[in-house]
């Protein structure tokens, strides 16, 4: 008889990961894989490269005849211009740029050196760079035409620039007229060159003449502005980050405040909220509202530093420190997912503790304590003005964190609860039309009512500056 064989160990069988199938299987047979599938291997044949140089060509060929056009159009203004620069002692000049393949050449615009209103209307400026089109040194959309000395700060992916002609308009001046260029301008044109469309070039174009009228950027930039009283500090999306993780490290507790339109108008009649946001280490410039007040009383704001927009950025920047978050409000589950989002994207960053917003005042030490024994850095409550800064402010050494942020609706957007606008609504500050569109009942009186409300009260401080301004130059 044969020996007796060790029983063999059944070979072990890794578990079914369901999600990875389930993505894999999405990936294969849903509409959109199939097409990408079948995109993916257009590019290996001749006729896609065909395609795409077609493409190219007739791009040329239309910004070419589109610039004839606008020329022979607007040839009585061009002459009208050029007069009023050569009256203003300056008329049509050149600054060397980078072209397509880094190729330089001189675009034109006019000069205007003693009427700095027309100097800084970036599109009467420009005008002449229509000959740049007419020529192919330039297209009408593409990333934004740079100086040969303008320091590239990702010089890996900065070739890709030069893939494309510079463009008259471009994705990035866009997002900075609208005050939402929150990354760099590398960044925003790579997202031009990766997703350009015919229809996504005529979206710019059209985005491009609401933003001009719109969204100037004249006025000085000081380090601090006030509006009504309150004082804002003037920080851009990531030296705020930066600010707050510096607040961090001091080691005591410290607020901070978004203001936003009706923010300023609850300010105006709660004496309480006011003294709350005057007591905050630093509070911080929210909506297309304290932009346009910024513009009446001649103080530019950097940016729209929303808690939205600026939620990724903190979360690198606590994640790069070694940090940890506590979540508070929200209905039932909101603050769990959007830990869990924190969780999926910024995996440094250690989320100490979360729990819902709907507890009675009863329950209210059992919270607090919670977010003490958490050992949280940071706290983000979402209750909502005016009742979650004066929350804060009343109970700011009782939570232990470094510091403590009122957020209003950012655990409802990063837990899927409610959609953002989308980006060409932002870029022409209208998110508030489609805040109301998605909940009319509740933001109609905040938006159509208060922000006339808000901007007439702005319009009599800019009265009172004049005055005082008059009286002051009289006295002297």
């Given amino acids: 008889m044969p020996a007796d064989t060790p029983d063999k160990k059944p070979q072990e069988v890794a578990p079914l990961d369901r999600s990875k199938l389930l993505a894999e299987l999405v990936d294969a047979f849903s509409e959109d894989g199939i097409r990408n599938r079948r995109r993916a291997q257009a590019r290996r044949t001749k006729k896609w490269h065909v395609a795409v140089r077609a493409a190219r060509l007739l791009r040329v060929l239309a910004d070419t005849y589109l610039a004839f056009i606008f020329i022979t159009l607007l040839s009585p203004l061009l002459l ?67 100086h040969p000395e303008e320091i590239v700060d990702d010089p890996r992916n900065a070739w890709k620039r030069y893939d494309l002609r510079p463009g008259l308009l471009s994705l990035s001046w866009i997002r900075k007229r609208a005050n939402i260029a929150h990354t760099s301008e590398l960044s925003l044109d790579l997202e031009y060159i990766e997703t350009k469309t015919f229809w996504g070039d005529l979206g710019i174009a059209l985005r491009a003449i609401p933003t001009a009228i719109f969204t100037r950027n004249t006025g000085p930039t000081p380090p601090i502005i006030h ?96 940090m940890s978050i506590y979540l508070l409000g929200g209905k039932p589950g909101i603050s769990e997912a959007a830990a869990a989002w924190i969780t999926e994207h910024h995996p ?20 607090i304590a919670g977010i003490r024994n958490s050992k949280a850095d940071i706290m983000l409550l979402a209750f909502g003005a005016p009742r979650q800064d004066i929350w804060i402010s009343e109970h700011l050494n009782e939570f232990g964190t470094k510091v403590a942020i009122g957020v209003g609706g950012l655990l409802d957007f ?31 009186k905040r938006y159509f009512v208060g922000n006339g409300l808000f901007l007439y009260r702005v319009f009599r401080e800019r009265l009172r500056n004049s005055a005082a301004s008059a009286t002051a130059s009289s006295i002297r």
């Fill in 80 to 146: 009208i211009l050029f007069v009023i620069a050569i009256y203003a002692d300056g008329g049509i000049r050149s600054q060397i740029r980078l072209g397509r393949w880094a190729k330089r050449y001189a675009q034109y615009e006019f000069y205007f050196p003693k009427f700095g209103f027309f100097q800084r209307m970036t599109f009467l400026r420009n005008m002449p760079a229509l000959y740049n089109v007419l020529i192919c040194e330039m297209s009408f959309i593409g990333p934004r035409p740079i």
């Fill in 227 to 322: 509006i009504l009283g309150i004082r804002i500090d003037n920080l851009t999306m990531s030296e705020a980050s930066e600010r707050i993780v510096d607040l961090i490290r001091e080691g005591k507790s410290n607020q901070v405040c978004f203001t936003n339109a009706d923010c300023m108008n609850i300010s105006v009649i709660n004496p309480v909220y006011r003294a709350a946001l005057a007591a905050a280490r630093i509070t911080l410039a929210d909506g297309i509202g304290i932009r346009i007040a910024g513009a009446m009383l001649d103080q530019n704001v950097c940016e729209n530093v929303n808690g939205t927009d600026m939620f990724p950025f903190l979360c690198a920047a606590l994640g790069k420190a070694g």
């Fill in 348 to 367: 440094a960053v250690r989320v100490a503790g979360y729990h819902h917003g709907y507890f009675s005042k009863d329950e209210e030490p059992g919270i």
């Fill in 414 to 444: 990063y837990s899927g609860r409610i959609p953002r606008a989308p980006i060409w609504l932002r870029e022409l500050g209208l998110e508030w039309f489609y805040r109301f569109y998605q909940e009319p009942g509740r933001m109609w």
